[in-house]
């Protein structure tokens, strides 16, 4: 049996270490024979010990509680006929984390139950500090919940049970707005049936039991809104809510915005999605065309438009009447231009080839926000 006094001098002592967590996790441990485990409000695991990672390595290796290890935890059922002591950690009268204690025999209970109120008491101010990067103040079960949908392979019977049959939808809100949490209650406001999944600088929201009637309304009620969030199309099958969420993200990353038109809808803007998957690659390469960047320092100098009137002209397939009605300019004017263009390129824009290779740059340039001078593409 051990002694709660000697516990206080262990987490003092280990106060001292740089990794005061796993110190304390490991050194209680240790005195004690009791796996530990700390477990924030959104089920991140911030550290662990030996023991208990042994019964839970699944979400000792992901780094967070999983839906089947909390389900065991929280109901009880413990494996290899352990027992575990679950204290919750306070933030006010939020609760703000968990102490997780896993042990063997009864007749530890009572002692366990006060190590575990010693211990939250002790790692309060780390959980408070991790909680200050999310803004919703859900349930553990609901964030183990979205982490599953989001993160995971999302099973068929969790889905059953969590979110019935139908359609789904959904929608980023980019923290750095500061509109997040306003904008996540009115879309509550239009549709009642929803996830949230919250990190640290994004929200996603997931909306169910969503029907084919029903998904022009939810968008024309987001549009009204006008406030800046990205959209996915309509969908049905649940495993594709981590494809939904990392599209989401490069569609947020592209730099071309309208801020008349605010909300990024999937099907509009997927392809600039999809150019930021390349970005990082042409930056890495160190590939470029210097002949754009010699239109960019020419716009920049003299305030024209030249890179502007380029890329209109070459979407609108090299047609000089189109694009100059697109730029809502004379047709001798776009002409002059292209001139201009030409010499400054030194090529010809109408070689298929040529041309075609000048429009792929202009829009990774502009998916890399590269030209901050650049206009949303047409």
Known sequence: MFEIENCYRIIFEAMLDETVLLSIAERIEQYTDAGVAFVTGTGKIMAFSRLWSIFFPVSAGKGYLTFEDYAAIYGREMPDGQCCCVTPVYGGKRVIGHVVLVYGGKESEEQL????LVLAESVKRFFEEERKAYIFKQPLKEYIIGRMMFEDEFSKEAEEDYCPEGKYIVILFCKKDGKA??????????????????????????????????????????????????????????????????????????????????????????????????????????????????????????????????????????????????????????????????????????????????????????????????????
């Open 113 to 116: 139950q006060k190590l575990g």
């Open 181 to 378: 949490e306003e904008m996540t209650a009115r879309v509550r406001s239009m549709w009642n049936c929803m996830h949230i999944y919250e990190e640290e600088d994004a929200v996603f929201v997931l909306l169910y039991l969503v029907k084919d009637q029903d998904s022009e309304t939810i968008y024309a009620g987001i549009e009204a809104e006008k406030q800046r969030c990205c959209v996915s199309d309509v969908f049905s099958d649940l495993c594709l809510c981590r494809c939904k969420k990392n599209i989401l993200r490069r569609i947020a990353c592209a730099e071309e915005f309208q801020e008349t038109v605010p909300v990024r809808r999937e099907r509009d803007w997927m392809m600039r999605g999809m150019y930021t998957y390349t970005v990082s690659l042409i930056r890495k390469a160190g590939l470029t065309d210097y002949s754009i960047e010699q239109l960019i320092l020419e716009d920049e100098k003299n305030n024209t438009e030249l890179y502007y009137s380029l890329k209109v002209y070459l979407l609108c397939e090299n047609n000089v009447t189109a694009a100059a009605k697109r730029l809502h300019i004379h047709r001798n004017t776009l002409v002059y231009r292209l001139k201009r263009i030409r010499e400054i390129i030194d090529g010809d824009m109408n070689d298929y080839e040529t041309s075609r290779g000048l429009l792929a740059f202009i829009m990774m340039n502009d998916a890399a926000g590269q030209n901050i001078r650049s206009k949303s593409a047409l």
